[in-house]
């Protein structure tokens, strides 16, 4: 599979009830001579499954219906309750009204079959709240709250932690199932969790301090009360500060405060690790299916994200990998990026 062409599009599930299964692959097929498409298939998302985040901020696209949704989320693909006795999320199917009496991702690979198109599901971790991407509110997951992470002071925070063994499991159970129970050929995975020290140059309370990494850190004989102070620490002089930290001073911040590090290391370890359990997954169940990595925009311009994500690391685990390099890479994200650190961390050029 490495050395094949792949000319795909990503698309929503949300655009083949729009305009029909067999007229919108018809409508790629003859236009744009695709062979794969990556559907997104488990999402609470609208940039993921929904029409628009803002027809304000986005327009209208030229093709299906020009109108907003009120998107409730979910999967939009029929999970085989056999699968999820591990986890304590079981029920997830979308309540999207135009979704209830069908199998959209079943028809869709049916039609794919017909024209040589392959499908590929396509899964973002985070699933749930995620700034600028139109995230539903209320998430109709029950007991969800349970699964969440805390954050350095111990504040619930909005995304579940990776950690947490019902969450993890689930989603385990959602690659699990989709490999056994469709058609497909294969998995197009996007990790989009921000570590601690990535929280904290962004200015957030870093997570994940909940009880199930906690328990971890402590297995490893990691000593979690002086990492917190740790952090603490770094935090303080950042807002004791007034002038800002330069570059030395910042490093120096992580020097003094290693434990700092010590969880870093142990947070990215776990999150690579989920990615290789996924991996492994859909190589045990059919080693025929492939894998690859939907890489975040963030591994191209952020300093510490490029540090911790060497592309020849995930050689290990994918198939292929897909940069994600949309029209604004270069402009509004790129800026973003620099700035998280120009605000905080680097001393600004003296006025005169």
């Keep these: 599979m490495r050395n094949q062409f792949l000319n795909g599009i990503q698309i929503n599930p949300l655009s083949f009830v729009d305009e029909g299964v067999s007229e919108c ?12 498409i990556f559907v997104c298939t488990v999402s609470w998302l609208a940039l993921k499954v929904g029409r628009s985040i803002s027809s304000d901020i986005d327009g209208w696209p030229d093709h299906g219906v020009s109108q907003p949704i009120d998107l409730k989320g979910g999967a939009y693909f029929r999970p085989n309750p056999l699968y999820y006795s591990q986890t304590s999320i079981k029920k997830f199917y979308t309540q999207d009204e135009m979704f209830q009496s069908n199998d959209i991702l079943f028809e869709i690979i049916t039609e794919c079959k017909k024209l040589d198109i392959k499908v590929y599901i396509e899964l973002m971790e985070p699933f749930f709240k995620y700034e600028c991407h139109g995230s539903v509110q209320t998430i109709d997951v029950p007991n969800i709250v349970n699964l969440l992470e805390k954050d350095l002071i111990g504040k619930t925070g909005d995304e579940p932690s990776t950690f947490n ?5 689930w989603i385990k159970a ?8 469709y058609d497909i050929d294969g998995v197009m995975w996007c990790n989009e969790r921000c570590s601690p020290l990535d929280q904290l140059i962004q200015g957030k309370c870093p997570t994940d301090f909940s009880d199930d990494f906690v328990q971890f850190a402590l297995s490893r004989n990691l000593d979690v009360e002086s990492i917190k102070k740790a952090f603490h620490a770094i935090i303080s002089s950042i807002h004791n500060n007034p002038n800002k930290l330069s570059y030395i001073q910042f490093f120096q911040l992580l020097l003094y405060n290693p434990e700092v590090l010590l969880w870093e290391k142990l947070w990215l370890e776990n999150n690579k690790n989920l990615d290789k359990e996924l991996y492994g997954i859909v190589k045990w169940i059919n080693k025929d299916l492939e894998f690859g990595l939907n890489v975040w925009n963030r591994n191209h311009f952020s300093p510490l994200r490029k540090a911790q994500w060497p592309w020849d690391e995930v050689l290990d685990y994918s198939d292929w990998v897909k940069p994600i390099t949309y029209q604004h890479q270069a402009g509004s994200i790129y800026a973003k990026e620099i700035n998280f650190w120009q605000k905080i961390y680097f001393l600004s050029h003296p006025k005169n």
């Design 165 to 169: 063994s019902n969450y993890r499991n």
């Design 174 to 181: 959602i690659v699990e199932d989709q490999c056994n129970s």
């Design 25 to 36: 692959l018809s409508l790629l097929k003859s236009r744009f001579n695709i062979n794969a």
